[in-house]
């Protein structure tokens, strides 16, 4: 089975700042990829799939890339309402893989 | 507006069963695959299993960790999803979500229920 690893486990920085989160596949899955947005006590939000497509709604500092084995979820100018973790998960057959997630904190 | 509604959780024991429900309203159910994810609490999101459509045999995938004891299921003319659990073990202990794959059918969550809660302990 395809591992997906997000890296880092967490983070800390100031708002404004550019914020990249990294997620690695350990077999190539094209750009089956799609990011989710969790805030504390929140469910879930699709905030980008295809690795780069931003789902409608979601504001355009999320940005996503990124293909094969190695992709990327950005925020250019963090909001503090971004504070949130951060999920990938791949999806080009089962199972349907979730990375372990980037918790987004606020310095 | 697309509802997911999931239920049927509980507190049960270590070996014992528990069937969960997903209700849905507001697209096509028999279109759709139909997945369940969890999340364990404090824990992260994890992908449980899908059933396919009608027209794909409603195949069936289930992640390593419930392979042989969880069956999901459907019932196109009441729009309902099931997950049927057996032999649960302490880490079940989860919220579990319904997901259609609905629009795309491509494997990534749109909408997400409320969840129901499943926790496992004698």
């Known amino acids: 089975d395809i591992q997906m690893t997000q890296s880092p486990s967490s983070l800390s920085a100031s708002v404004g700042d550019r914020v990249t989160i990294a997620c690695r596949a350990s077999q190539d899955i094209v750009n089956s990829l799609a990011w989710y947005q969790q805030k504390p006590g929140k469910l879930p939000i699709l905030l980008i799939y295809s690795a780069s497509t931003l789902q409608s709604g979601v504001p355009s500092r999320f940005s996503g890339s990124g293909s094969g084995t190695d992709f990327t979820l950005t925020i250019s100018n963090l909001q503090p309402e971004d504070v949130a973790t951060y999920y990938c998960q791949k999806y080009n057959g089962a199972p349907l893989t979730f990375g372990g997630g980037t918790r987004v904190e606020i310095k | 507006e697309v509802q997911l509604v999931e239920s049927g959780g509980g507190l049960v024991q270590p070996g014992h069963s528990l069937r969960l429900s997903c209700t849905t309203s507001?697209?096509?159910?028999?279109?759709?695959?139909m997945n369940w994810v969890r999340q364990a609490p404090g824990k992260g999101l994890e992908w449980v299993g899908y059933?396919?459509?009608?027209?794909?045999?409603?195949?069936?995938e289930y992640a390593a960790s419930v392979q042989g004891r969880f069956t999901i299921s459907r019932d196109d003319s009441r729009s309902v999803a099931y997950l049927q659990m057996t032999s649960l073990k302490t880490e079940d202990t989860a919220t579990y979500f319904c997901?259609?794959?609905?629009?795309?059918?491509?494997?990534?969550?749109?909408?997400w229920g409320q969840g129901t809660l499943v926790t496992v302990s004698s």
């Open positions: 059933v396919r459509v009608k027209g794909y045999g409603e195949a069936k």
């Open positions: 507001g697209f096509n159910f028999g279109a759709y695959t």
């Open positions: 997901n259609p794959e609905y629009p795309h059918s491509r494997g990534y969550f749109q909408y």
